[in-house]
């Protein structure tokens, strides 16, 4: 099961980051771009630490309160969540 959940966590961080760089790059050129609730479901379902670490790469939604601060707070409480099920599974081992 920590295996599945770890590559769950991963691809949805993989595909939150190369998002938030594709929207950036078509926000410079001014094309359609990724509806914020688009990256706001990608984070709250995983992808929180990938966006959070995109956001400050392509300097992207930074000037976006929300995105400044509750993506953050998703990150850590995805990392507090993740880390509960790793040591609860190494125990149950």
């Given amino acids: 099961m920590l295996d599945g959940l770890l590559m769950y966590y991963a691809v949805l961080n993989i ?13 410079k050129k001014n094309k359609w771009r990724i509806p914020e609730k688009r990256l706001w479901l990608i984070a709250f ?19 976006h309160r929300n995105f400044q601060v509750f993506l953050p707070i998703l990150s850590i409480l995805h990392m507090v969540l993740l880390l509960y099920l790793i040591v609860r599974e190494l125990k149950l081992s």
């Fill in 15 to 27: 595909i939150a980051f190369i998002m938030m760089g594709m929207d950036k790059q078509r926000a």
């Fill in 45 to 63: 379902i995983g992808g929180a630490i990938g966006a959070t670490l995109a956001m400050n790469q392509f300097k992207h939604k930074t000037m």
